[in-house]
């Protein structure tokens, strides 16, 4: 079975400051890769996907994700950050089924 | 709005009942998937059901049982419960049965038991 490790639990930045959110996977064939965030009392939703093809995908808000397959990362990235990114992201394996890794809580000071 | 919806919103109910947590896909999706997010646990995959049959199983507890209905709308069965089942229960749904496409989220049921 897949199993997904996201790196840091809480994350505090400043407005403008650049973003790296680690995510890990482990699974022995051809994985799906998803970002997800859920913002404060919403439901979860896609940021970013890959399936195939070019290891770095660009998905919504500015955000984009490098699939490395040597090192089976997935990291969230996103270049200046703004307020409105505080919320919680998720990085997810569709193989045997879709697995969450457990988050990582992003608050960003104005 | 993802168009995937869960009722109740809020479930109160003691240990030992049981309760029926309901959830309506996407029009079009023929998957959903439960899931149960706790802040220990984080968000855990129970099980997925694509048009009408079990497709995957994760973290699903033998207390807990759930199935897709001809409609596809889906329900998950929780009983005996316990305290620490208290946990907000997600459903998701999906066009395909496999893993590449995008799952779309309901706004969940939080489920206290007391």
């Known amino acids: 079975a897949q199993s997904v490790s996201q790196h840091n639990h809480h994350v505090i930045l400043s407005e403008a400051a650049s973003l790296e959110l680690g995510c890990n996977y482990s699974y022995g064939g051809t994985v799906n890769l998803f970002w997800y965030v859920q913002y404060p009392g919403q439901h979860l939703q896609l940021l970013l996907k890959?399936?195939?093809?070019?290891?770095l995908v660009k998905g919504i808000k500015g955000f984009e994700a490098e699939f490395i397959k040597s090192k089976f990362s997935f990291n969230l990235r996103k270049p200046s950050v703004q307020w409105s990114d505080t919320a919680e992201y998720f990085c997810a394996v569709g193989a045997d089924g879709l697995t969450f890794g457990k988050g990582t809580h992003l608050i960003i000071q104005p | 709005d993802s168009g995937v919806t869960q009722t109740p919103k809020h479930l109160i109910t003691a240990t030992g009942q049981r309760v029926t947590l309901r959830c309506s896909p996407r029009?079009?999706?023929?998957?959903v998937y439960w899931y149960q997010q706790s802040l220990d646990q984080g968000l855990q995959f129970l099980i997925q059901y694509y048009n009408g049959e079990e497709r995957a199983k994760g973290n699903i507890l033998e207390r807990f049982s759930a199935q897709q209905f001809p409609d596809l709308h889906s329900e998950l069965n929780l009983s005996s419960l316990e305290l620490g089942d208290s946990a907000l229960y997600f459903c998701a749904s999906s066009i395909g049965q496999g893993m590449n496409t995008e799952a779309f989220f309901g706004q969940g049921t939080r489920l206290t038991v007391v």
């Open positions: 890959y399936f195939s093809g070019d290891p």
């Open positions: 029009s079009g999706d023929l998957s």
